[in-house]
């Protein structure tokens, strides 16, 4: 008997000599070879159609339900004069903040309102300056409407779908546009074409 015989007829069962590629293992491989490239084709497939969910935009639920609770809060806020209690949620900017509005018998409403009378700086600024003035404006806001027992009254329909307009009032302050008039950080509006606040700035 060679050497040669003797050293391999102690090799485990199954595996190939030194050397020689195993039946099996080349038939995986050969298959593994010929499913990868569809592998690649359907990972490019799905992976294409992820940027379609920030092409388009679905009305998401919580913006229906807004709109919703808005358009119940107009129709049950009554006479102008009456007040109604609210729990602000978040300041937007300086002249609009979201709040919880309770109306009796509830549930309880969530808006965002408008302040009645005033345009303030937009944070989406055109200029350095117009947007150091929206940032002053939402401080302003936010701490007045920090002072605590907010209400709004006059409550009247807005241009935007979830949002109202109205008169703002808190704990110290009777009306929150005069208040933010009185400091600076909003000017007089009554509706209609709105003038940037670049061209202004400097004056």
Known sequence: ???????????VPGRPPFGRPSSGRSVWGRRFSSVLPWVFVLGIAVGSTLPIRQWVHWPPHWSLGRSHDTDVILQRTGAPDIRHAVDVIRTIDGDTFEARVHLPPGPDL???????????PELKASC?????????????LRD?????????????????QGRVVADVATKKTDNVSSALLAGGYARAYNGGHRFGWCANAAR
């Open 1 to 11: 008997m060679s050497p040669y015989e003797r050293i391999n007829a102690h090799r």
């Open 144 to 160: 007045l409407l920090g002072q605590g027992s907010v209400a709004i009254y006059n409550v009247g329909p807005d241009k935007y």
């Open 110 to 120: 969530i808006t965002r309102v408008r302040l009645r009378g005033i345009d303030a």
């Open 128 to 140: 350095r300056r117009e947007l150091q003035m929206a940032e002053a404006a939402t401080v302003a």
